[in-house]
């Protein structure tokens, strides 16, 4: 029978090219894997990896086997999820999450106080990573939950051993300080309003740049940047000189101090923010109690 240890660093090292990145991947040393993966040959009995340059590739037999181990996990999975969900249903252990930064800041950070609270056997365990990254991780096995955004308008590609649900809709706003003069309106900002007043904004690549460059698409005018920082925080330290303002996800913006003030755009940019995991691992009690608690619409068990 197939060691699934061995099948998991097939696969690793198939997605990431060579033993090294698989090791550091799965937490083993590149000798661990390099053995794991003899095993897995001995017990098929035909060569799965060939040397190509630095790296490695499969052999038509390594690849069959990673074709089909996909089904192979996914049996493990609900076999285990199953078991769990029908005992006590009670999250526990140790939840993967992979995130944007934003989505830690604004979408899972909040919870975390109310998640102890209901579920105390439950540790997340949280890393950043942009949405195409944290998708891998999650069908790769190397996480179990991955919150995401769409880019410019369009989900990120999702394969059919997942799940995905749309759990907050992100909008930006302008921030700017209470001296100055769009401060004193008392409605929405038209892009009209914002002719003529200096900028300070995200780098060109990321969504929030993309979200400014549009907001001044259809107005013909090139707006006035004089900065363009990664950082929302440091951002606002910039907007509170007064000389410069800004346009900021709410799921990003930290609290804003008294000089600062927050005003919605008439046509605000927006994206959607879901959560994706395995279809294998629907029935896991600790997936559910975390969408539950980004959601808020299903309320506890009072078991719990």
Excluded: Y
Aim: charged share 20%; glycine share 6%; aromatic share 4%.
């Amino acid at each position: 029978m197939i060691d699934v240890t061995a099948l998991r660093a097939l696969r690793s090292v198939a997605t990431l090219g060579t033993l090294a990145r698989a090791a550091e991947e799965l937490g083993f040393t590149a000798s661990a894997v390099s053995q794991q993966i003899k095993r897995l040959e001995r017990e098929v009995g035909v060569p799965v990896l060939a040397p190509a340059g630095r790296g490695v590739v499969l052999t038509p037999a390594g690849q069959a086997i990673v074709d089909t181990a996909p089904s192979v996990f996914q049996a493990l999975e609900q076999c285990a999820e199953a078991a769990r969900s029908v005992a006590d249903g009670a999250p526990s252990g140790t939840l993967r999450v992979v995130a944007f930064s934003t989505g830690v800041r604004g979408l899972l950070a909040p919870v975390v106080p109310a998640l102890a609270a209901h579920a105390p056997e439950l540790r997340l365990h949280i890393s950043e990573e942009d949405p195409e990254q944290a998708l891998r991780s999650v069908e790769a096995g190397t996480a179990d939950l991955a919150l995401t955004h769409d880019a410019d308008g369009l989900p990120v590609a999702l394969s059919p051993a997942m799940i995905q649900r749309r759990i907050h809709t992100d909008v930006g706003d302008v921030v700017l300080h209470r001296s100055h003069p769009l401060a004193s309106l008392d409605r929405p900002l038209a892009v009209s309003d914002l002719a003529g007043h200096a900028w300070v904004t995200s780098p060109p690549g990321s969504v929030c740049h993309q979200w400014f460059r549009r907001l001044f698409a259809s107005s013909g005018e090139d707006p006035d940047v004089r900065h363009l920082i990664d950082d929302f925080s440091t951002q606002l330290s910039l907007v509170a000189s007064g000389d410069v303002i800004a346009l900021i996800p709410r799921l990003a913006r930290p609290p804003l101090r008294e000089d600062l003030v927050s005003l919605p755009l008439k046509r605000a940019p927006k994206r959607e923010v879901f959560a994706a995991w395995r279809r294998s691992a629907n029935a896991s009690p600790a997936i559910q109690a975390v969408l539950r608690e980004l959601t808020a619409e299903t309320p506890w068990p009072e078991a719990l």
